[in-house]
């Protein structure tokens, strides 16, 4: 009548590894610009063997270069176009693989390559970042510029009208106060009555 039941074991989780990143980034000449990795993983953090990579592919035909490598420490490039060009800007607990490439030239133009391991977690996708460097920003970049200046000023004239409206306030009634307590309080004659 009753047959065996079977057990079911649920299986881990294994989504593998996914790194995200934002796709177009758009840098000045001779700027410093940040290019921003972040991860996910299904296996928890092991500082000891998680390893972050960063190379380059140039946008004419050449050989990827390495950029940056993380292991238990940064390892920045020794030689090639990036060195002393990068700095670690990640936190691999906050799950953050960003660096920041220092004084950006065109030749810096192409796409840039981040990848995580966290053993087990070694399948997966990798980010790519496409970097432009231009000479001057772009019209965008300088209008929201120039509105969060134009922002920040008018925040900051609105607040001080705002309190010296309070404190003119504060010594009229002041004023008014002092006033009443000095004058003699007169009586008043009823009009209607003689």
Same mark, same amino acid.
């Given at each position: ?21 934002? %796709?177009? /980034?758009?840098?000045?000449? $001779? ?12 296996? +928890? ?10 190379? &380059? ?10 950029? &940056? ?8 490039? /020794?030689?090639?176009? &990036? ?30 390559? !981040? ?23 772009? &019209? ?9 200046? $134009? ?5 900051? /004239? ?5 309190? /010296?409206? !309070? ?11 002092? %006033?009443?307590?000095?004058?003699? !309080?007169?009586?008043?004659?009823? +009009?209607?009555?003689?």
């Amino acid at each position: 009548m009753y047959g065996p039941v079977p057990i079911v074991i649920p299986l881990k989780d294994s989504n593998g590894m996914r790194v995200y990143t934002s %796709g177009d /980034v758009e840098a000045v000449n $001779g700027t410093d610009v940040r290019l921003k990795c972040t991860f996910q993983t299904s296996a +928890p953090i092991n500082a000891n063997s998680l390893t972050i990579s960063w190379s &380059f592919r140039p946008l004419v035909p050449g050989r990827e270069e390495s950029v &940056f490598h993380y292991q238990q420490r940064p390892y920045p490039p /020794v030689e090639g176009i &990036f060195r002393k060009r990068v700095a670690w800007a990640g936190d691999i607990m906050g799950r953050d693989a960003s660096i920041i490439i220092r004084q950006v030239k065109f030749t810096y133009n192409g796409t840039y390559i !981040c990848q995580v391991k966290n053993p087990p977690d070694v399948h997966g996708t990798v980010g790519e970042i496409r970097l432009r460097v231009v000479t001057t920003a772009s &019209f965008s970049e300088l209008l929201m510029l120039a509105l969060a200046i $134009g922002g920040g000023i008018t925040a900051v /004239v609105i607040l001080l009208v705002i309190i /010296v409206s !309070c404190r003119r306030c504060k010594k009229r009634r002041q004023r008014q106060l002092e %006033g009443n307590e000095e004058a003699p !309080c007169k009586e008043r004659k009823d +009009p209607t009555a003689w």
